[in-house]
């Protein structure tokens, strides 16, 4: 493994777990967020995006988290490894609210100085309503591109469980 893509609905631990396995191997992180989202929560250019996803991908080595449809092609076809968070809908539905209510209260800064307000959690693009609105489209399409022939390279590890996810981040690298 040495060039990850960490998949998986909103809320699912995709940053958490690229962050782990960019530590245990000590190979780059990046976060797609990070890049895609710029100051006043502005989405950059899918052409720029692009672009800067091509130059961080262009290393020999790299663990990236995101599900960014517009740069997957360049993404997926540079990427040797899958990692496919696929928890219940229950526990990302709970993280969904947890996590936006921690990051309103304590006012953590996010990307570029973007921080979330009581619409992450309440407006009609809010994280929960995203989770809803995502869950079950992302559970059906990612098998599907799994067993597509641009992306039969892919060597996909399908973890359905947080015990899953810290038995195999546990044993990475050892």
């Known amino acids: 493994m040495q060039r990850v893509v960490v998949v998986g609905t909103s809320c699912s631990g995709k940053t958490t777990v690229g962050a782990c ?6 190979l780059p992180h990046v976060e797609l967020d990070s890049i895609h989202w710029a100051p006043n929560w502005t989405e950059i250019p899918n052409e720029e995006f692009r672009e800067k996803v091509a130059k961080v991908t262009e290393r020999d080595s790299w663990v990236v988290d995101g599900n960014y449809r517009v740069i997957r092609d360049i ?3 540079r990427a040797d490894t899958i990692v496919w968070l696929d928890l219940p809908f229950r526990i990302v539905f709970w993280r969904s609210i947890k996590r ?17 307000h009581w619409d992450a959690l309440l407006g009609p693009e809010g994280m929960p309503k995203w ?44």
Do not use: C, M
């Open 131 to 174: 989770v809803i609105k995502t869950y079950w489209k992302r559970k059906k399409e990612f098998p599907e591109l799994f067993a597509s022939p641009e992306y039969s390279h892919l060597e996909v590890v399908h973890l359905r469980t947080q015990a899953e996810i810290d038995t195999w981040l546990g044993n990475l690298g050892v």
């Open 21 to 26: 396995i960019s530590e245990r191997l000590g």
């Open 100 to 116: 936006t209510v921690t990051r309103i209260i304590t006012g953590k800064e996010l990307w570029n100085g973007n921080v979330e």
């Open 75 to 77: 993404l997926w076809g």
